[in-house]
């Protein structure tokens, strides 16, 4: 039986999500123009007023914002309340550049909280759940984001944040955790820590997993799903926006609905800045509805994918985003090939690799090199040298067919890899240092 959260909404006729978004549309972007100079000035160098916004059909009238905006108007420039009306802050990690501070009234706050209430429920989740978020907790949106959605459901909510695993597994088993949130590369690690501690599918309480904050593949969700002997699904967020819960799978896993009713989604040609039918590969951009401390209008992720409004079995009527590719700027060009490493992901599982790997890049003679290290299975292990190289070639010959062009890769033994606790760095680009 399909849980919903907030049924009447998560299952509106398209009508009335489309008079939701026309009627806050209009009061957003008089919101944004009353109270960030920043955008406000955007929107007269491109001649537009909010009494050209009449409904969300007009929203292409509105200019971008992107991560550069962010980084310039930092800390303050993009604030739409007064800072007394704020009660948070939250934070990317900032690998790259200034971190980017996003800040929540109580009401924004709530609202990212019942997003992430409907992720659970969609993942079956409710008051006699064991929820046990294994996500950071602190400046990182994921711990706090489903922390607030599992006590919105009233699942008993274990806090333990990332690391540390074998207290996580410890956990798990003694408090009988039916439902983990984590990102996936960590529940692959916890799935490999557990069967070597000899822990079966059917040993395992857990019957969900809501995993996201990274791009992941569907043969992933199938190890993961196989070794944990749970159902496991996809959620997509980002802090400029509140976090997780911006869009979440449900019973059919076939894309994450956005919750149509805080934010509007578009996808644009990343290039041209184009706005693109529905069912197009382009650049996702989101507008906040309800957002009162952050409300972005029109803010490029870089995350490359696609949207369908095709129905679903779920009952859900809010659109799908299919599984990001990963970001626009993740994407690898290498001897002029586009190369997303979910592409290379797919490769190795589908050849019985688990998703342990790492992706080096490098230009030696002024020719791009794409080095693939993964790490055999304790089942597959050998020293046998001729083994190792025909299992070598078998993966050189599945890179060559899936991207065009030829990797070089290296078996490695099991455990070599680093495992990652949060998102997994999975890219070396010696290019770039
Ligand atoms: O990762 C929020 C989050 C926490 C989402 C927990 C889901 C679960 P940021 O650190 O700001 O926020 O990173 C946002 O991560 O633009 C995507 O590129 C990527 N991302 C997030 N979820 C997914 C996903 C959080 N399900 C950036 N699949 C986004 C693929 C994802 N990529």
Redesign the pocket.
């Known amino acids: 039986m399909e849980r919903y959260y907030q049924e009447e909404i998560e299952c509106a006729p398209r009508e009335k999500i489309k008079a939701i978004q026309d009627e806050k549309i209009v009061s957003q972007v008089r919101h944004v123009w009353n109270n960030v100079p920043y955008y406000r000035k955007k929107m007269e160098e491109k001649g537009v007023s909010p009494d050209d916004i009449k409904s969300s059909d007009d929203l292409y009238k509105l200019p971008f914002l992107s991560k550069a905006d962010l980084r310039e108007a930092y800390p303050y420039g993009l604030i739409g309340a007064p800072l007394k009306d704020c009660v948070r802050i939250q934070s990317?990690?900032g690998t790259t550049g200034k971190r980017v501070v996003a800040f929540y009234t109580q009401e924004d706050i709530d609202m990212w909280e019942e997003c992430c209430a409907r992720a659970i429920m969609a993942a079956g989740g409710t008051d006699e759940d064991v929820c046990q978020i294994s996500?950071g907790y602190g400046l990182?949106?994921?711990g706090p984001?489903?922390n607030g959605g599992s006590h919105k459901v009233g699942c008993l909510t274990i806090p333990t944040s990332s690391g540390n695993t074998d207290r996580q597994i410890m956990f798990i088993m003694d408090l009988k955790a039916t439902i983990l949130c984590c990102t996936p590369s960590y529940a692959a690690y916890l799935g490999e820590r557990m069967k070597e501690m000899g822990y079966g599918p059917d040993d395992i309480p857990l019957k969900a997993g809501i995993f996201?904050?990274?791009?992941?593949s569907e043969e992933m969700r199938r190890d993961i799903e196989a070794t944990l002997g749970i159902k496991a699904y996809?959620?997509?967020?980002?802090?400029?926006l509140s976090?997780?819960g911006v869009a979440f799978e449900c019973s059919a896993q076939k894309g994450?609905h956005i919750n149509e009713d805080h934010f509007i989604a578009e996808i644009i040609d990343p290039d041209t800045g184009e706005v693109l039918p529905e069912g197009s590969e382009g650049e996702l951009v989101f507008t906040s509805l309800d957002k009162k401390a952050f409300p972005l209008l029109r803010y490029r992720?870089?995350?490359i994918c696609r949207l369908t409004r095709e129905k679903c079995s779920c009952g859900r009527t809010h659109v799908r985003m299919e599984?990001?590719k990963?970001?626009s700027d993740d994407m690898l060009i290498i001897r002029g090939v586009n190369v997303f490493p979910s592409q290379i992901e797919t490769v190795l599982i589908n050849h019985g690799y688990a998703a342990n790997y790492q992706i080096i890049v490098d230009r030696k003679n002024n020719t791009d090199t794409l080095d693939v290290q993964v790490e055999m299975t304790p089942e597959m292990f050998t020293d046998n040298v001729s083994d190792i190289e025909d299992k070598q070639r078998e993966l050189v010959d599945g890179l060559k067919s899936m991207l065009g062009i030829k990797a070089k890769v290296s078996l490695v033994a099991p455990k070599s890899i680093a495992r990652s606790e949060g998102?997994a760095v999975r890219v070396i680009d010696k290019r770039k240092i």
């Open positions: 990317t990690s996500y990182f949106t994921g984001g489903l996201g904050a990274e791009a992941w996809d959620i997509y967020g980002l802090t400029e976090g997780p994450m992720t870089r995350d599984k990001p990963g970001r998102k």
